[in-house]
């Protein structure tokens, strides 16, 4: 079981240090890399560098290669793959659960799908894809 929605923003912090974490509302069974590629396509951050930088509240465009190595050095992770094609697949598999999320009435996915929240998640993954050079730095 994975948490499904594994970022900064459900992690209790004290002092810098993660000490918990919170609202596990999205358990979904996968594999355990979902969790890591998921917290991964926000820690690098996978999105354009207006997004980076005034949604996800970095100073400046980050080195993401580096993010990534590091990332993945921290974690002791050795081989995430194609990291790329791994992060894709994870927004995509994260589009398909809010869509039976909301196929069986579950709020905010309900919402969320008629928004147009599905076809967000589409370009997620392929400007994920798009930007390839960005990212790859661990095979």
Known sequence: MCHGD??????V???GESIGILDWDLVVPTE?????LYA???A???????????WHHF???PDRKHRIAVFAETYGLTDLGNVVD??????????????MLADRGVQPQ???????????VEQHARWTEAHRALFDTIK
């Open 6 to 11: 594994f970022g900064p923003w459900n992690i």
């Open 13 to 15: 912090w004290r002092g």
């Open 32 to 36: 355990p890399r979902y969790d890591v």
């Open 40 to 42: 991964l396509q926000y």
């Open 44 to 54: 690098a951050p996978f999105r354009d560098d207006e997004t980076t930088v005034k």
């Open 59 to 61: 100073p400046e465009v």
């Open 86 to 99: 791994s992060v894709a697949a994870v927004q995509r598999k994260g589009g398909e659960y809010e869509k």
């Open 110 to 120: 309900v919402d969320w799908v008629a928004n147009g929240a599905l076809e967000e």
